[in-house]
């Protein structure tokens, strides 16, 4: 009977002493994250504003953490759902993370169906960025101000065209909300990504488009910028005007990135890498960086991207019905 009670109380121990060393390897192992690459899926093909600043912060993590944060492009199309999707069915152990606009969790879901739900299936890692960007056209039409654009809409409808980096993108939602405030038509061209649509607009072969990527363009001569989206002008550009000053406003639609992690993945490894990024996003070097491609870090709490997520989801929503814009499924 002393024998049976000494083994029990044995087994119970070793089990007791199994489950808190297996809690603690599980701590341990967020704890010493990352000790192999993390890969991060941007859902678009490489050379876009997403993958541009997308590879600022993959260079800048790798140098932080000594392990390498590789970039890994899924521009399958679908204004981004399939890379999204897979991020979504991807382990929840931090080693795999998305990096997208808004529009791709933000947007594209009210305006067709998506494998994934943006609120669910990821957690928040950090938001690293908002876009300064603007309307950019060929200068071959001798369009100097985004009023002139305006006029020569109305007189010429069906005319200009504008490409976008696809269907329920935020800067497909920019044009159709400007063509329903103004009244005018403007033929509007999905491409798979920003590198692409950008491809096309310098030789003119599309006329206008609203991307970061042309602002480099717009520097050396090759393109006209008639506005800068929002309610600031951009530093670089300070002669353009801002869509606020135009009176344009109610029909902006902002441009966000962030970093989402499947929904499940440990808090602290989610925190540490918040932290870590917060720091990072104050340095001289880090804003240079991302201002470099046309961006600017806001400070937000991680706990506060999913409410600002679902915020954004409400806005663009009511934007997409007042507008009646529509998409093929």
């Known amino acids: 009977m002393r024998r049976r009670k000494v083994l029990t109380l044995l087994g119970g121990g070793i089990a007791a002493g199994l489950l808190f060393a297996a809690q603690a390897g599980v701590t341990l192992a967020q704890t010493a994250w990352p000790d192999r690459p993390v890969k991060i899926v941007v859902p678009f093909a490489p050379g876009g504003a997403t993958d541009q600043t997308a590879r600022v912060w993959a260079e800048k993590l790798s140098q932080d953490f000594k392990q390498q944060f590789v970039i890994e492009n899924r521009g399958g199309g679908a204004s981004g759902s399939i890379g999204i999707e897979s991020v979504a069915k991807s382990p929840a152990d931090g080693y795999t993370l998305l990096y997208t606009p808004n529009a791709s969790i933000a947007i594209v879901p009210s305006l067709r169906k998506v494998g994934f739900d943006a609120v669910k299936d990821f957690d928040p890692v950090a938001r690293t960025g908002d876009n300064l960007v603007g309307f950019t056209i060929h200068p071959s039409l001798g369009i100097k101000t985004f009023q002139d654009m305006v006029d020569y809409a109305r007189k010429n409808p069906g005319k200009l065209t504008y490409g976008s980096s696809g269907v329920g993108m935020g800067n497909h939602l920019k044009i159709e909300a400007i063509k329903a405030k ?148």
């Open 182 to 329: 103004y009244g005018i038509d403007i033929l509007h061209i999905p491409y798979r990504g920003g590198a692409d649509t950008l491809n096309d607009h310098l030789p003119g072969v599309i006329h206008m488009m609203n991307e970061s990527v042309t602002l480099a363009h717009v520097k050396a001569g090759k393109l006209i910028l008639l506005d800068i989206d929002g309610s600031i002008r951009h530093p670089e550009f300070p002669d353009v005007p801002s869509s606020k000053e135009l009176g344009f406003i109610d029909a902006e639609i902002p441009i966000w990135f962030s970093i989402w992690a499947p929904a499940g993945t440990p808090k602290e490894i989610r925190e540490k890498l918040n932290a870590r990024m917060a720091e990072i996003a104050k340095t001289g070097d880090m804003k240079a960086k991302m201002l470099a491609v046309n961006v600017v870090v806001p400070e937000q709490a991680a706990e506060d991207m999913r409410r600002y997520l679902i915020a954004d989801i409400a806005r663009n929503k009511a934007i997409i019905e007042k507008n009646n814009i529509k998409v093929d499924q």
